[in-house]
């Protein structure tokens, strides 16, 4: 059915972004005249051509939807991948969206995009692999949490990404793209969850799905998708929610198993005055439970318990001050708040300002992190912490300057995190979950203009001697 509908899509897609010319297209608009005159008019004839049977075929296709899987289950023969007490999980937001929405946030070339960074993220893993060293050697900093625990990690702001076992992704919403990056992905992630979410009127208006991936090393053994029935504006194309993931780690000699959970969600976004993301958080605390209670076995012993993903909300904006106290953020802890409304000094925003996205400066890994380490670069390209309604006008702002044009310096410039990556830690003898430690912690620029997001990216240890001593690993 949707081979049926492909030809239409091509041609409508590539018929609107012809309109909706990135800041690159305009600053080369006469090498791409040639390009408008032959292919648009092909491009138009195919779409008036290709509607009528375009229409009846996702007539079908809505009518069959309730039938639908809520996600995709991808796998392929790898290595098998040995119990560890070190690991890694990144989490990135994609912008995978048609080509006509992706150029909205000033992206273009949807379809290298997908493939380029899978090859990026794949390349720089296969190396960890074949160097058996991913250790990184600079030195550690200390600091003493909210909770006055006091922990030892790097920061680091990183041209490519820690060694990681797991992978978070966000708006990998087209179909296609995201079949081009799950086949690179795979060469070194076995397992991979996509194309997550419900399609209906109610959930999505029949449009997009929650764009939420999950990539892993270790076998899935339980999945689960929940939407938020809440939300408003764009966000109503989308049903976004929570992927929800059990990863088996490991078989002890004593029939117990040594477990994972991870979690993987988009939350709604330029809310406005409107109390969504409150809800959401709500929901989200609420089916994490939930998903634990229901999947964990009493032979089950639990490494870790993971939450990622755009949050589409900071630690600092005034906009922000009801869900940044939210029980959520006490139930699972974030490495780089200090407490609520603060976060810690060495900490850069993740959400990219769009009109210089496609700037030279910042066009390669080497550029993009000479820009977040330099505190006026840094707010010149990133969103600032100040946000005090959350609506989509934001992401158009520049950098406050003065009549110089000199960017003006701020406590909040360019500090915007809307990217996390936060750990559940409880550590008492009845709760089934390893103490972790989390020994890294990375704003990483790997994939700079494929994206118009930072990746972030944490590495952490569990207690192996719980496992070896008590249980007879």
Known sequence: MLACIRPLRICADYTFSSFMPTMKDRENFFWKLPEYLTILPLAVLGFLLSTPLGIVALLVWISIQHKRKPYRYSYVNGACTSFKTNYGIATTNLCLLPECVSRFNNLFNSKWR???????????????????????????????????????????????????????????????????????LHAVFPYIIYDVGLTSFRSNMYTFNSGLLFASKYPIEKVHFNWYKQSCNQ?????????????????????????????????????????????????????????????????????????????????????????????????????????????????????????????????????????LEDPRSRQYYILDADVHIATMKSLATMAKTDQDGNVLLSPTGGRRRVDLILYRNVQDDTSHVSPLRVTSYSAVTQLATLTDHIPVAITFNIDHDRFSKKRNI
């Open 114 to 184: 997908a493939t380029e960074i899978g090859r990026r993220i794949v390349e720089q893993q296969q190396k960890y692999e074949n160097d058996n060293n991913s250790n990184d050697t600079e030195p550690c900093h200390e600091r003493s949490d909210h909770k006055h625990i006091a922990e030892v990690f790097r920061h680091d702001i990183s041209e490519t990404f820690p060694s990681i076992d797991f992978l978070l992704v966000q708006e990998a919403f087209d179909l296609g793209y995201t079949q081009d990056l799950v086949t690179r």
């Open 235 to 371: 966000c109503r194309l989308a049903s976004k929610g929570v992927l929800q993931v059990k990863v088996r780690l490991a078989s002890l000699n004593d029939g117990r198993n040594i477990v994972g959970y991870i979690f993987n969600t988009h939350l709604q976004s330029y809310e406005g005055d409107l109390p969504i993301q409150k809800q959401q958080l709500t929901d989200l605390l609420e089916w994490t439970e939930l998903f634990r209670q229901t999947t964990l076995n009493s032979n089950d012993i639990i490494a870790f318990d993971l939450l990622g993903g755009d949050f589409n909300l900071d630690n600092m904006s005034p906009a922000h001050r009801e869900t940044r106290v939210h029980r959520l953020f006490t139930s699972y802890e974030d490495v780089c708040c200090v407490m609520p409304g603060n976060d810690y000094n060495w900490t850069v925003g993740t959400e990219m300002r769009q009109i210089p996205l496609q700037d030279h400066s910042i066009s390669t890994p080497e550029g993009l992190k000479r820009a």
